[in-house]
């Protein structure tokens, strides 16, 4: 099967990482794979570093020409993106061959486009959702996907990068409760701030660390921070490469996202059996159901700081579900189980007779 990859994002997030995985797995399958990504950014030149053909282009017109000439090259077009989606189901006319969409948001479709996407979303040939959250909105457009989690790969040990990071963050005496995410809305860092200043109200036992870049949040978070007088108990890291490294050194892994459509970036901490504490917005109920972490209600800080507070105290409950999490990301989101799992799609796919 040759199969293209279609990502054309500027950054480096869980669905590049998610593109990167499944070009792994199809490539260990057996499969040929490549990849239209964006020049310059971060996917297309590690992808490239890993020996996969990159067609990097500059811009979205570039893009909608590139597959419009060479798309009939290649069995099927997996589109990881809403808006890679879009060109290659504009082009299809002209490359007709099966398009393949992952979508990983959970948003809900405005009125006045439901008619755009709905027109999209129909003339995809497989349509996979990462979580149950994320077929929501498909399937209230009478369209039924599949689901296909995503997959976390057990990060290669990286004593320097741990060393590094410790060195600066560890404050001696003190546990380490961590984050990764951008500063914007949806992650809401405004209650997770106000659960720290709670939490720091009762004990002085912790340290907070944010990893993650900008957003349309940062600066009021950054004042609310100074507001609070938690200048030295939150800590903004910005972006780090390898942040996977620090996993070990923590001993809360805390997210208060608003709206996730699956919320993989806590499978890092289930895979290193560190314990989690989560708002139970969208994907996230369904990756620590079961007991896998402690669930809070959304914009809730002080249920966050009391699930924080539960975590450090009582080591039975850190050890259950710290468990119960790893047992299940090993079993449900592996990376080459993952590839599998599209690979039968794929060609079940092809098996149709193509009109």
Same mark, same amino acid.
């Given at each position: 099967?040759?199969?293209?990859?279609?990502?054309?994002?500027?950054g480096?997030?869980?669905?590049?990482?998610?593109?990167?995985?499944?070009?792994?797995?199809f490539?260990?399958?057996?499969?040929q /794979?490549?990849?239209?990504?964006?020049?310059? $950014? *971060?996917?297309?030149?590690? &992808?490239?570093?890993?020996?996969?053909?990159?067609?990097? /282009?500059?811009?979205?017109?570039?893009?909608?020409?590139?597959?419009?000439?060479?798309?009939?090259?290649?069995?099927i077009?997996?589109?990881?993106?809403?808006?890679?989606?879009?060109?290659? /189901?504009?082009?299809? *006319?002209?490359?007709?061959? *099966?398009?393949?969409?992952?979508?990983?948001?959970?948003?809900?479709?405005?009125?006045?486009?439901?008619?755009?996407?709905?027109?999209?979303?129909?003339?995809?040939?497989?349509?996979?959702?990462?979580?149950?959250?994320?077929?929501?909105e498909?399937?209230?457009?009478?369209?039924?996907?599949?689901?296909?989690?995503?997959?976390?790969? *057990?990060?290669?040990?990286?004593?320097?990068?741990?060393?590094?990071?410790?060195?600066?963050?560890?404050?001696?005496?003190?546990?380490?409760?961590?984050t990764?995410?951008?500063?914007?809305?949806?992650?809401?860092?405004?209650?997770?701030?106000?659960?720290? $200043?709670? !939490?720091?109200?009762?004990?002085?036992? #912790?340290? #907070?660390?944010?990893?993650?870049?900008?957003?349309?949040?940062?600066?009021? &978070?950054?004042?609310?921070?100074?507001?609070?007088? %938690?200048?030295?108990t939150?800590? +903004?890291a910005? +972006?780090?490469?390898?942040?996977?490294? #620090?996993?070990?050194?923590?001993?809360? #892994?805390?997210?208060?996202?608003?709206?996730?459509?699956?919320g993989?970036?806590?499978?890092?901490?289930?895979?290193?059996?560190?314990?989690?504490?989560?708002?139970?917005?969208?994907?996230?109920?369904?990756?620590?159901?079961?007991?896998?972490?402690? !669930?809070?209600? &959304?914009?809730?800080?002080?249920a %966050?700081?009391?699930?924080?507070a539960?975590?450090?105290?009582?080591?039975?409950?850190?050890? $259950?579900?710290?468990?119960?999490?790893?047992?299940?990301?090993?079993?449900?989101?592996? /990376?080459?189980?993952?590839?599998?799992?599209?690979?039968v799609?794929?060609?079940?796919? %092809?098996?149709?007779?193509?009109?």
């Amino acid at each position: 099967m040759k199969i293209l990859q279609l990502n054309f994002e500027k950054g480096w997030r869980g669905g590049e990482r998610q593109t990167l995985y499944c070009m792994r797995a199809f490539r260990d399958a057996g499969h040929q /794979v490549e990849l239209l990504a964006r020049a310059g $950014a *971060p996917l297309a030149e590690r &992808a490239g570093a890993e020996g996969f053909t990159v067609h990097a /282009v500059r811009n979205v017109p570039a893009q909608i020409l590139w597959l419009a000439r060479n798309g009939r090259r290649y069995d099927i077009l997996h589109a990881q993106t809403a808006n890679t989606v879009t060109w290659a /189901v504009l082009t299809k *006319p002209l490359h007709r061959r *099966p398009v393949a969409f992952s979508r990983r948001t959970s948003f809900v479709v405005k009125p006045n486009e439901e008619w755009k996407t709905g027109y999209k979303w129909r003339h995809v040939d497989l349509f996979v959702a990462i979580s149950d959250m994320a077929a929501q909105e498909p399937r209230r457009l009478g369209i039924e996907p599949v689901i296909i989690r995503s997959a976390v790969a *057990p990060a290669a040990p990286d004593p320097e990068t741990l060393r590094r990071l410790t060195a600066e963050f560890k404050v001696p005496g003190k546990r380490i409760i961590a984050t990764t995410c951008a500063l914007i809305h949806d992650k809401d860092p405004i209650t997770m701030i106000r659960a720290v $200043a709670e !939490l720091a109200r009762m004990r002085r036992d #912790f340290v #907070f660390v944010h990893f993650g870049a900008g957003g349309n949040e940062e600066a009021a &978070a950054k004042a609310l921070v100074q507001e609070l007088g %938690l200048h030295d108990t939150y800590l +903004f890291a910005g +972006f780090r490469k390898g942040v996977e490294a #620090f996993y070990p050194a923590m001993d809360i #892994f805390a997210m208060s996202s608003r709206e996730e459509a699956l919320g993989s970036s806590v499978f890092d901490a289930f895979l290193q059996r560190v314990p989690v504490v989560s708002t139970d917005a969208g994907g996230l109920k369904e990756s620590l159901a079961d007991g896998r972490g402690v !669930l809070c209600p &959304a914009e809730d800080h002080h249920a %966050l700081a009391q699930g924080m507070a539960r975590l450090l105290d009582d080591d039975a409950l850190r050890e $259950a579900v710290t468990s119960r999490a790893y047992d299940y990301v090993r079993a449900e989101h592996d /990376v080459n189980e993952m590839g599998r799992r599209y690979l039968v799609q794929f060609e079940r796919v %092809l098996a149709r007779p193509q009109g």
